[in-house]
Protein backbone atom coordinates (compact mmCIF):
# COMPACT_ATOMS: atom_id res chain seq x y z
CA UNK A 1 0.00 0.00 0.00
CA UNK A 2 1.73 3.26 -0.96
CA UNK A 3 -0.66 5.23 0.96
CA UNK A 4 1.43 6.06 3.67
CA UNK A 5 3.84 7.95 1.09
CA UNK A 6 1.63 10.32 0.69
CA UNK A 7 0.90 11.35 4.39
CA UNK A 8 4.65 11.10 4.93
CA UNK A 9 3.70 13.92 2.21
CA UNK A 10 1.66 16.04 3.82
CA UNK A 11 3.32 16.04 7.70
CA UNK A 12 6.40 17.03 5.32
CA UNK A 13 4.73 19.75 3.98
CA UNK A 14 3.23 21.06 7.38
CA UNK A 15 6.59 20.90 9.05
CA UNK A 16 7.96 23.06 5.97
CA UNK A 17 5.24 25.97 6.60
CA UNK A 18 5.33 26.24 10.22
CA UNK A 19 8.94 26.36 10.18
CA UNK A 20 9.26 28.82 7.80
CA UNK A 21 6.53 30.97 9.43
CA UNK A 22 8.39 30.66 13.02
CA UNK A 23 11.63 31.60 11.32
CA UNK A 24 10.06 35.32 10.47
CA UNK A 25 9.88 36.24 14.01
CA UNK A 26 6.91 38.57 14.86
CA UNK A 27 3.74 38.33 12.80
CA UNK A 28 3.58 39.82 9.89
CA UNK A 29 1.18 41.37 8.24
CA UNK A 30 -2.28 39.32 6.86
CA UNK A 31 -5.13 40.29 4.73
CA UNK A 32 -7.98 38.25 4.31
CA UNK A 33 -8.54 37.13 0.78
CA UNK A 34 -11.09 34.57 -1.11
CA UNK A 35 -9.75 32.06 -3.59
CA UNK A 36 -12.52 30.28 -5.79
CA UNK A 37 -11.16 27.03 -8.39
CA UNK A 38 -12.74 24.81 -10.82
CA UNK A 39 -11.39 21.10 -11.59
CA UNK A 40 -12.37 19.28 -14.20
CA UNK A 41 -10.48 15.56 -15.48
CA UNK A 42 -11.49 13.42 -17.75
CA UNK A 43 -10.57 9.85 -18.53
CA UNK A 44 -10.63 9.60 -21.95
CA UNK A 45 -9.28 5.93 -22.22
CA UNK A 46 -12.23 4.67 -24.36
CA UNK A 47 -10.86 6.76 -27.32
CA UNK A 48 -7.17 6.49 -26.61
CA UNK A 49 -5.62 4.04 -24.39
CA UNK A 50 -4.12 5.33 -20.94
CA UNK A 51 -4.99 9.03 -21.95
CA UNK A 52 -6.00 11.79 -19.49
CA UNK A 53 -7.22 14.97 -19.77
CA UNK A 54 -7.82 18.12 -16.68
CA UNK A 55 -8.41 21.65 -16.92
CA UNK A 56 -7.93 24.01 -13.45
CA UNK A 57 -8.83 27.36 -13.25
CA UNK A 58 -8.50 29.65 -9.88
CA UNK A 59 -8.92 33.00 -8.98
CA UNK A 60 -7.89 34.42 -6.11
CA UNK A 61 -8.69 37.90 -4.37
CA UNK A 62 -6.36 39.75 -2.08
CA UNK A 63 -5.44 43.00 -0.53
CA UNK A 64 -4.62 44.56 -3.78
CA UNK A 65 -4.33 42.15 -6.12
CA UNK A 66 -6.28 39.65 -8.18
CA UNK A 67 -4.52 36.34 -9.44
CA UNK A 68 -6.15 34.09 -11.90
CA UNK A 69 -4.91 30.62 -13.49
CA UNK A 70 -6.12 28.62 -16.19
CA UNK A 71 -4.22 24.97 -16.67
CA UNK A 72 -4.76 22.72 -19.16
CA UNK A 73 -2.70 19.46 -18.94
CA UNK A 74 -3.21 15.91 -21.09
CA UNK A 75 -1.60 13.08 -19.00
CA UNK A 76 -0.80 9.33 -20.04
CA UNK A 77 -1.89 6.17 -17.13
CA UNK A 78 1.20 4.96 -15.43
CA UNK A 79 -0.84 2.35 -13.27
CA UNK A 80 -3.68 1.85 -11.62
CA UNK A 81 -2.73 4.70 -9.62
CA UNK A 82 -0.14 6.71 -10.96
CA UNK A 83 -0.63 9.63 -14.11
CA UNK A 84 2.08 11.37 -15.94
CA UNK A 85 0.98 14.76 -17.67
CA UNK A 86 2.38 17.80 -19.20
CA UNK A 87 0.51 21.03 -20.33
CA UNK A 88 0.57 24.87 -20.58
CA UNK A 89 -1.06 27.61 -17.85
CA UNK A 90 -1.76 31.63 -18.26
CA UNK A 91 -1.22 33.41 -15.22
CA UNK A 92 -1.60 36.96 -14.79
CA UNK A 93 -1.52 38.91 -12.08
CA UNK A 94 -3.79 41.97 -11.61
CA UNK A 95 -2.47 44.53 -9.44
CA UNK A 96 -4.98 47.49 -8.46
CA UNK A 97 -2.16 50.20 -8.31
CA UNK A 98 0.56 49.10 -10.75
CA UNK A 99 1.18 47.48 -13.21
CA UNK A 100 0.38 44.21 -13.98
CA UNK A 101 2.73 40.84 -14.62
CA UNK A 102 1.48 37.78 -17.06
CA UNK A 103 2.99 35.04 -17.29
CA UNK A 104 3.09 31.66 -19.42
CA UNK A 105 3.71 28.63 -17.48
CA UNK A 106 4.50 25.50 -18.89
CA UNK A 107 4.71 22.21 -16.09
CA UNK A 108 5.09 18.85 -16.17
CA UNK A 109 3.39 16.81 -13.60
CA UNK A 110 2.95 13.37 -11.91
CA UNK A 111 0.30 12.31 -9.67
CA UNK A 112 -0.55 9.62 -7.08
CA UNK A 113 -4.08 8.50 -6.22
CA UNK A 114 -5.74 5.94 -3.53
CA UNK A 115 -9.48 6.20 -3.07
CA UNK A 116 -12.42 3.91 -1.99
CA UNK A 117 -15.83 5.14 -1.40
CA UNK A 118 -15.11 6.24 2.02
CA UNK A 119 -11.59 7.62 2.16
CA UNK A 120 -9.05 9.12 -0.73
CA UNK A 121 -5.16 9.94 -0.57
CA UNK A 122 -4.15 12.13 -3.23
CA UNK A 123 -0.31 13.11 -4.06
CA UNK A 124 1.39 15.57 -6.36
CA UNK A 125 4.62 16.79 -7.84
CA UNK A 126 5.15 19.38 -10.32
CA UNK A 127 7.81 21.20 -12.16
CA UNK A 128 6.83 24.61 -13.80
CA UNK A 129 8.88 26.73 -16.68
CA UNK A 130 7.92 30.53 -16.27
CA UNK A 131 7.83 32.71 -18.79
CA UNK A 132 6.81 36.32 -19.08
CA UNK A 133 6.93 39.26 -21.83
CA UNK A 134 7.47 41.77 -19.43
CA UNK A 135 11.46 39.66 -18.34
CA UNK A 136 14.00 38.07 -19.93
CA UNK A 137 14.80 34.23 -19.23
CA UNK A 138 13.01 31.23 -17.65
CA UNK A 139 11.84 31.23 -13.62
CA UNK A 140 11.67 27.30 -12.66
CA UNK A 141 9.47 26.89 -9.49
CA UNK A 142 8.40 22.79 -7.98
CA UNK A 143 5.69 22.28 -6.00
CA UNK A 144 4.64 19.46 -3.53
CA UNK A 145 1.02 18.60 -3.12
CA UNK A 146 -1.10 16.41 -0.70
CA UNK A 147 -4.89 15.86 0.32
CA UNK A 148 -6.22 13.59 2.62
CA UNK A 149 -10.55 13.02 2.33
CA UNK A 150 -12.74 11.18 4.90
CA UNK A 151 -16.55 10.94 4.08
CA UNK A 152 -18.25 11.22 7.39
CA UNK A 153 -20.88 7.70 7.61
CA UNK A 154 -23.39 7.41 5.34
CA UNK A 155 -24.00 11.52 4.88
CA UNK A 156 -22.32 13.16 1.34
CA UNK A 157 -20.37 15.05 3.20
CA UNK A 158 -16.65 14.60 2.98
CA UNK A 159 -13.83 16.18 5.74
CA UNK A 160 -10.86 17.77 3.50
CA UNK A 161 -7.51 18.84 4.55
CA UNK A 162 -4.73 19.97 1.78
CA UNK A 163 -1.34 20.85 1.45
CA UNK A 164 0.88 22.53 -1.15
CA UNK A 165 4.09 24.15 -0.84
CA UNK A 166 5.65 26.20 -3.78
CA UNK A 167 9.20 26.50 -4.39
CA UNK A 168 11.02 29.19 -6.50
CA UNK A 169 14.00 27.82 -7.84
CA UNK A 170 16.06 30.86 -9.27
CA UNK A 171 16.48 34.44 -8.97
CA UNK A 172 14.20 35.91 -11.96
CA UNK A 173 14.59 39.71 -13.11
CA UNK A 174 10.62 39.92 -11.92
CA UNK A 175 12.12 40.09 -8.62
CA UNK A 176 11.62 36.19 -7.10
CA UNK A 177 14.16 34.23 -5.40
CA UNK A 178 15.12 31.00 -4.85
CA UNK A 179 13.34 29.93 -1.90
CA UNK A 180 9.87 29.38 -0.44
CA UNK A 181 7.23 31.13 -2.58
CA UNK A 182 4.13 30.19 -1.00
CA UNK A 183 2.32 27.77 1.63
CA UNK A 184 -1.07 26.89 1.67
CA UNK A 185 -3.21 24.70 4.34
CA UNK A 186 -6.58 24.23 3.55
CA UNK A 187 -9.13 22.41 6.13
CA UNK A 188 -12.85 21.91 5.27
CA UNK A 189 -15.07 20.30 4.19
CA UNK A 190 -16.89 18.83 0.68
CA UNK A 191 -20.73 17.81 -0.67
CA UNK A 192 -21.31 15.04 -3.24
CA UNK A 193 -23.61 17.18 -5.49
CA UNK A 194 -23.45 14.02 -7.94
CA UNK A 195 -22.24 11.13 -9.26
CA UNK A 196 -18.91 13.14 -10.73
CA UNK A 197 -19.18 16.34 -9.10
CA UNK A 198 -17.74 17.64 -5.52
CA UNK A 199 -18.15 21.10 -3.96
CA UNK A 200 -15.10 21.90 -1.66
CA UNK A 201 -15.50 24.52 1.25
CA UNK A 202 -13.64 25.98 3.88
CA UNK A 203 -10.73 27.88 5.21
CA UNK A 204 -7.31 28.52 3.76
CA UNK A 205 -4.12 29.50 5.30
CA UNK A 206 -1.86 31.14 2.78
CA UNK A 207 1.52 31.91 3.87
CA UNK A 208 3.75 34.23 0.85
CA UNK A 209 7.42 35.01 2.45
CA UNK A 210 8.43 37.01 -0.81
CA UNK A 211 5.05 39.60 -1.02
CA UNK A 212 4.60 42.73 1.32
CA UNK A 213 1.41 40.92 2.61
CA UNK A 214 2.49 37.10 3.44
CA UNK A 215 -0.28 36.42 5.26
CA UNK A 216 -3.95 35.49 4.08
CA UNK A 217 -6.45 34.57 5.51
CA UNK A 218 -8.65 32.78 2.89
CA UNK A 219 -12.41 32.01 2.23
CA UNK A 220 -11.89 29.17 -0.14
CA UNK A 221 -14.91 27.28 -2.55
CA UNK A 222 -14.31 25.29 -5.08
CA UNK A 223 -16.16 22.09 -7.04
CA UNK A 224 -14.28 19.50 -8.54
CA UNK A 225 -15.52 17.55 -11.35
CA UNK A 226 -14.45 14.03 -13.08
CA UNK A 227 -16.32 12.85 -16.26
CA UNK A 228 -15.02 8.94 -17.23
CA UNK A 229 -15.53 7.42 -20.85
CA UNK A 230 -14.61 3.79 -19.42
CA UNK A 231 -11.72 1.50 -20.03
Same mark, same amino acid.
Given at each position: MRAPLALATIATLVLLGTRAEAQQGDAPPSSFQSFTELEMRADLESLVPRLHFDVHGAARRAADVTEARARLGLGVRLNGWAILSAGYAWAPTFVDEGPDFRENRFFQRLTARFASSR??? +??????????????????????????????????? +???????????????????????????????? +?????????????GYMHRYMPMNATPVGHVLFVGPRMAFRTGR
Amino acid at each position: MRAPLALATIATLVLLGTRAEAQQGDAPPSSFQSFTELEMRADLESLVPRLHFDVHGAARRAADVTEARARLGLGVRLNGWAILSAGYAWAPTFVDEGPDFRENRFFQRLTARFASSRAEV +FAEGRLEQRFSPDTVGAGWASSLAARGALRLGPTG +FWVLVEQRAIFQMNDTDSGLTAGLEEHRLFGG +FAYDLGPRTILRFGYMHRYMPMNATPVGHVLFVGPRMAFRTGR
